[in-house]
Structures are given as structure tokens and as C-alpha cells.
């Protein structure tokens, strides 16, 4: 309807122009009609003018409300303006754009400032550095943590806070780190990790950071409780007994507070008193042993690094510990990439290994269809050894507490295997997980981080 509209004054602009053009020819030549010659060039003119300024109005509003939306200027108005029927129905509709327009970037002003509301709540300090090295966000958390206000530019952070700064620009991207800092005097240990990101062609530095001092020293507390617990228990096992015999022992020599004469011992008393004396050589042996075992678990020595084939290493464990399978009916398979490598203490990955496989031998014997199975392969950043079977599992009590020093689930275990494995694998800067259902079997997860 509006073009249609807009067609007819067109039109009927263009039909006056030549009407009046036709009078002006027609009394072009007549010399005494010099006054309305004037007159009619006037009009011609004035209705060419219109005739332009009207078809032109639309480019005019549009170039106007593209320059409102590029400079988010919206207080432009459309509205009262008289130029007719046919302009209206366009004039509401760059009314309506702009409303909706102005809405929009009431609507993100109001996001930006809930999200500023929120970074600035948190209590994990949040740092971003755009790649002109300009600072663009430093909320609250991380102005406390740091005990210095927002600078303007990631330079003068770093005079502020050096070593901070040396440890932040050696990380990778996604990469999570503990550090340790000094800040005016106060010892903190930080967790810091730093992402990479491109946003509106512009480069950003999300770093966030939080201080886990308090965290780490309330686990190091329970850690040691649990520890403290479990060598007094193993600790009470070996010298109650010792104790008690050195009792009975010292009961059977003395007689009244003096030593009886040797002729007033007998043959039993003289067994009875060499059993005890082999009884406490045995148990004393055996917290020796478990003295041993502490001594390992805490004296791993340095890493000797060498690239090493992984479908190799595994194969020569399996040729290892192939007949020991057999003897107890447990199937032993293993699938490897072929050219998975990884840089390992080979000795120290191969006790791992070993360990590993011995305890899912044991959770798999006198199962029908026993099997353990050997899988090597990469996934994004690291590669990952997993040792699996289909034996009794682990319960789920127990799952937390397996990689605790002296931990055993075994009968006769020493309870250091697990517990040793994840340490030489941290050393690694890996991991060793673990997954399992009761009666399912288990899946330790040997990762190494690229």
C-alpha cells in the first residue's frame, strides 16, 4: 500500500513538472510574458527540488538510523514528522528498530553490570589482559589476594608482583599450577590457571587464581591423622604381643623379684621360653619389614627419563608375568598403539605395571572366564595405560582409601603398592586413577600428560 502510494505522488510530482514546463515552451518566445516566464522557472524549479527532496526522504532515513545504530545513538526520533501517509507506516517501522535496538543495549548494559556484579563477588580472583597488554578486568578477590589496586597495564603488574608474573607467563594454555608466593610478608600457595581466547578479533588472557593454603594445610591434617592411625595400628600389632610375651618371659626367670636358679628351670619352661624369643624375632622382624616399606614409600629416587615405546614395555611385562597367569587360569591380553611413545622412568613405570597387574591377577582368581586386559592409547593430551578386569571389584568405602599408605585390602598385604604406584606416577606429573563397581572388576588408569 505505501509503494503504491509513494508511485502516485510520484507520479502526479511528475505530471505538474511537465505541465508546467509545457506552459513555460509555450510562452517561451512571447517577449511581453517575460514576468511569467520568470514565475514558471521559479515553480520548475521549486517542484524539481521537491520531486528530488521526496524521493530521496527514505535514503535519508535509513542513512540516518544506520548512523544511530553504528554510534548506539538512540535517542533519535521518527516521530512528528509531516511528510505524509505514505512515509508513515516506514517511519513506525524505524521507530519500532530503534526501540528494539535501545532495548537490546539496555538489556547487555544490564547483563554487563549483573556479571560484573557477580566476578566481583566471587571469591576467586579473576585477572584478563587483552593482547595490547592492556589490564581490562581485575575483580575484588584477586585485588585482596594480591593486596594491590587494578593497574592499567600488565607492565606495571609485574613490578608489582614479579615472581607472580614469572610464573604466570611460563604457563601453557589450560594449564593449572600451584604457586607459591610471598606478599607483604604473608606466605600464600595459589592455585592459578591461565586461558586463551579470541573475542571480536581481539586477543584475551583469562587468568584466575584462588589461595588453597587453608585447603591444603586441613588435607595435609587429615592425611597425617589417617597415617598417624594406621602406623599406630600396624605399630600396636607388632609390640602388644612382644610386650606381653617379654612379660611371661620375665615371669618364668624371676620368683619372688630374683632370678630363679638355673637348676630350678625346666625342659618345658626352657621350650616355652624359646618359642616367645622366636615370636618376638618374628614380629620384630616384621615391623622392620614394615619400617622397610615406609622407607620406600618415602624415598623415591630422581627420574631417569628416556623415550620409550609403550606396546613394547607392555609386551615384555606380559612375557614377565605370562606363566604366573596361567598357572592360576587368568587370561592375559594387551592392545597398544603402535606408535604411541612416551619419555618414563622405565624401572619405576615397570614396578607400577607389575604392582598393577599382580592385584588384578589376585581379584581375578578362581573366576570363571578370568581376564585382564593391557590398553595403551592417546587422547588429546595424554596417553593413557589402562590395566582392566573382571574380577570381585571394589567397594565403594574402600575406593577412597586404597591409595593410603598401608591401606591393604589383602589379607597379607603391606598396603604400600598403590599408594607407592600414584606417587611415582605424580613424579610423573601424571596420575593413577582408578574406576569400579562390586563385582564388575576394576580399571586403574595410568596418565601421562604430554
Request: hydrophobic share 50%; aromatic share 6%; charged share 40%.
Given at each position: 500500500m505505501v509503494s503504491k502510494r509513494f508511485a502516485l505522488l510520484v507520479i502526479i510530482r511528475i505530471v505538474l513538472l511537465m505541465l508546467t514546463m509545457t506552459a513555460l515552451a509555450f510562452i517561451f518566445a512571447r517577449t511581453e510574458l517575460f514576468f511569467n516566464q520568470i514565475i514558471l522557472l521559479g515553480i520548475i524549479i521549486i517542484q524539481v527540488s521537491e520531486l528530488i527532496r521526496f524521493i530521496t526522504h527514505t535514503n535519508r532515513e535509513i542513512a540516518k538510523l544506520l548512523m544511530a545504530i553504528r554510534y548506539s545513538d538512540f535517542s533519535i526520533s521518527f516521530k512528528g514528522k509531516k511528510t505524509g501517509k505514505s512515509f508513515q507506516e516506514l517511519q513506525?517501522?524505524?521507530?519500532?528498530?530503534?526501540?528494539?535496538?535501545?532495548?537490546?543495549s539496555v538489556e547487555k548494559e544490564a547483563q554487563f553490570k549483573f556479571l560484573q556484579v557477580i566476578v566481583d563477588n566471587i571469591k576467586v580472583g579473576v585477572l584478563a589482559i587483552k593482547e595490547d597488554h592492556t589490564i581490562e578486568l581485575m575483580n575484588k578477590a584477586a585485588e585482596d589476594l594480591l593486596k594491590i589496586a587494578t593497574p592499567n597495564y600488565w607492565k606495571q603488574f609485574q613490578q608489582l608482583l614479579p615472581s607472580f608474573s614469572r610464573e604466570i607467563g611460563e604457563m601453557e594454555d589450560n594449564e593449572r599450577k600451584l604457586i607459591e608466593l610471598v606478599i607483604k610478608g604473608e606466605k600464600q600457595q595459589v592455585s592459578a590457571q591461565i586461558n586463551r581466547l579470541k573475542i571480536l578479533n581481539y586477543r584475551y588472557t583469562i587468568i584466575t587464581f584462588q589461595d588453597i593454603k587453608s585447603e591444603i594445610e586441613q588435607k595435609e591434617i587429615e592425611a597425617w591423622h589417617k597415617l598417624i592411625r594406621i602406623l599406630t595400628h600396624e605399630i600396636m600389632n607388632s609390640v602388644t604381643p612382644v610386650t606381653s610375651l617379654s612379660e611371661t618371659m620375665i615371669m618364668m626367670l624371676e620368683e619372688k623379684d630374683q632370678p630363679k636358679p638355673l637348676e630350678d628351670l625346666s625342659e618345658e619352661t626352657l621350650e616355652d621360653l624359646r618359642f616367645s624369643l622366636k615370636t618376638i624375632q618374628k614380629r620384630s622382624e616384621g615391623l622392620l619389614h614394615f619400617v622397610e616399606d615406609y622407607r620406600k614409600l618415602t624415598r623415591i629416587k630422581a627420574l631417569q627419563l628416556e623415550e620409550v615405546s609403550v606396546k613394547e614395555m607392555l609386551e615384555e611385562s606380559i612375557n614377565l608375568l605370562s606363566k604366573e597367569f596361567e598357572k592360576v587360569g587368568v587370561e592375559l591380553r594387551m592392545k597398544a598403539e603402535a606408535r604411541l611413545n612416551i619419555a618414563i622412568d622405565r624401572k619405576l613405570i615397570d614396578q607400577v605395571l607389575i604392582n598393577l597387574l599382580t592385584n588384578a591377577k589376585h581379584a581375578t582368581e578362581g573366576k570363571a572366564g578370568a581376564l585382564v586386559e593391557l590398553h595403551a592409547y592417546s587422547n588429546h593430551n595424554q596417553s593413557i595405560i589402562e590395566?582392566?578386569?573382571?574380577?570381585?571389584?571394589?567397594?565403594?568405602?574402600?575406593?577412597?582409601?586404597?591409595f593410603i599408605p598401608f591401606f591393604s585390602t589383602k589379607e597379607h598385604g603391606s598396603g604400600i603398592g598403590l599408594s607407592l604406584s600414584k606417587q611415582i606416577m605424580k613424579k610423573h606429573r601424571g596420575d593413577l586413577t582408578v574406576k569400579s563397581q562390586p563385582g564388575e572388576g576394576a580399571t586403574f588408569s595410568l596418565i601421562f600428560r604430554n
Open positions: 513506525d517501522a524505524f521507530v519500532e528498530i530503534i526501540e528494539a535496538f535501545k532495548k537490546v590395566v582392566k578386569d573382571n574380577g570381585i571389584g571394589i567397594d565403594e568405602v574402600k575406593m577412597d582409601q586404597i
